[in-house]
């Protein structure tokens, strides 16, 4: 089983910059990814990243504005996210899985997630 810590959520104007973390404690998973959650919504995909080979992928919502990183050594995932956006605002969660197919579908239905970091970006 695998524990995993989200951190760096926060209030930020729009246009702002938040960094987010998602420490994991127990064993590694190749596949890990951000998702997230707004009030009345479901939760969508953010971004992922596959240890195998190093691929990332991106909601088309986020992409060319938030970069996910993997620190192996000390088993921590990144999102940096920038040029924020009053509708980034939600309830930002990590999950990690072993996976052959490490996509936004197939790492939403593993069984380790985190508790969530909220993030809220005003107008």
């Known amino acids: 089983q695998v524990r995993l810590m989200e951190s760096g959520g926060g209030s930020v104007q729009a246009g702002g910059s938040l960094r987010l973390s998602c420490a994991a404690e127990?064993?590694?998973?190749?596949?890990m990814g951000w998702f997230r959650q707004a009030p009345g919504k479901a939760r969508e995909g953010v971004a992922l990243?596959?240890?195998?080979?190093?691929?990332?992928d991106y909601a088309d919502s986020v992409r060319g504005r938030f970069t996910i990183s993997r620190h192996n050594a000390e088993a921590t995932l990144f999102l940096q996210m920038t040029s924020l956006v009053p509708e980034d605002t939600a309830m930002y969660y990590c999950?990690?899985?072993?996976?052959?197919?490490?996509?936004?579908?197939?790492?939403?239905?593993?069984?380790?997630w985190g508790q969530g970091t909220q993030v809220t970006v005003s107008s």
């Open positions: 999950a990690s899985g072993s996976l052959i197919r490490c996509e936004f579908d197939t790492l939403a239905g593993v069984p380790d």
């Open positions: 127990g064993l590694i998973r190749n596949c």
């Open positions: 990243y596959y240890s195998k080979n190093g691929m990332t």
